[in-house]
C-alpha cells in the first residue's frame, strides 16, 4: 500500500513539472490578437524556455497563402523573422513549430489584423487654392477680315468662305420656270387668235 502511495505522490509531482517543461508562447510581436495600422518589418516570438535551432514559423494571410518571411533564426528562447515586404490590409496568421528545452516538438499559432489606413485618391475637381481653368472662347460667327480689306471693300455683299452661299442656280431655275410659263401662255393666247 505504501508503494502505491509513493507512486502516486511521484506522479502528482513528476507530471506538472513535466508538463511546465513545454516550451509556450509568452510573447509576440506583432501581439496576439492585435490590431496594428502599419505593416510589420519582422515578426518576433518569445517563449518560456530555451528553444533549438530548428524552431521555425510561417506566416499566412485570410486567403491561406503563404507569405514570404526571411531570415528566420531561433536564440535563446526568441524566435524571429524579417518581412521583406509591406503586408495587404487582413487577418494574418503566424503557425510556429518550435523544439522545446525538454527537446520535444511543440506547435501552436495565433492572429493579429493589418488595418493600415488607405491612402485617398486625389480629387478631381480643383480645391480653392487652385484656378479654375476658364473654358476657351467660342469664335465668333462674324467673318474675320481679310488683311487686304481694302481691296475687297467692293464685295462687301459676298458671303465669307465659312458661309453657305446661295447659288446662283437656284434663282435662275426660277426665273427660268417663270419665263417658260409666260412662253407657254402667249402661245396659246397666239394660237386662239389665229383661230
Known amino acids: 500500500?505504501?508503494?502505491i502511495f509513493l507512486l502516486i505522490m511521484v506522479m502528482l509531482f513528476v507530471v506538472p513539472q513535466a508538463a511546465m517543461a513545454h516550451s509556450k508562447l509568452t510573447e509576440a510581436v506583432p501581439a496576439v490578437d492585435a490590431v496594428i495600422e502599419q505593416s510589420p518589418a519582422a515578426i518576433e516570438l518569445g517563449f518560456n524556455t530555451k528553444i533549438e535551432k530548428l524552431s521555425t514559423f510561417k506566416l499566412y494571410n485570410e486567403a491561406g497563402e503563404q507569405m514570404e518571411v526571411e531570415g528566420i533564426a531561433a536564440s535563446g528562447d526568441k524566435l524571429s523573422g524579417n518581412v521583406p515586404s509591406p503586408l495587404d490590409n487582413g487577418k494574418y496568421t503566424v503557425k510556429w513549430t518550435i523544439i522545446g528545452a525538454d527537446g520535444h516538438a511543440v506547435e501552436g499559432d495565433y492572429s493579429?489584423?493589418?488595418d493600415a489606413p488607405v491612402a485617398e485618391q486625389p480629387s478631381k475637381e480643383p480645391t480653392s487654392g487652385e484656378a479654375t481653368p476658364?473654358?476657351?472662347a467660342v469664335p465668333s460667327p462674324e467673318p474675320t477680315p481679310s488683311p487686304d480689306a481694302g481691296s475687297n471693300a467692293g464685295n462687301?455683299?459676298?458671303?465669307a468662305d465659312g458661309d453657305?452661299?446661295?447659288?446662283p442656280e437656284t434663282d435662275y431655275t426660277l426665273f427660268i420656270i417663270i419665263g417658260i410659263v409666260l412662253i407657254a401662255a402667249a402661245l396659246v393666247?397666239?394660237?386662239?387668235r389665229r383661230k
Open 1 to 3: 500500500m505504501k508503494r
Open 112 to 114: 493579429f489584423t493589418l
Open 134 to 136: 476658364e473654358p476657351s
Open 156 to 159: 462687301a455683299d459676298r458671303p
Open 164 to 167: 453657305d452661299p446661295v447659288k
Open 189 to 192: 393666247i397666239v394660237l386662239r
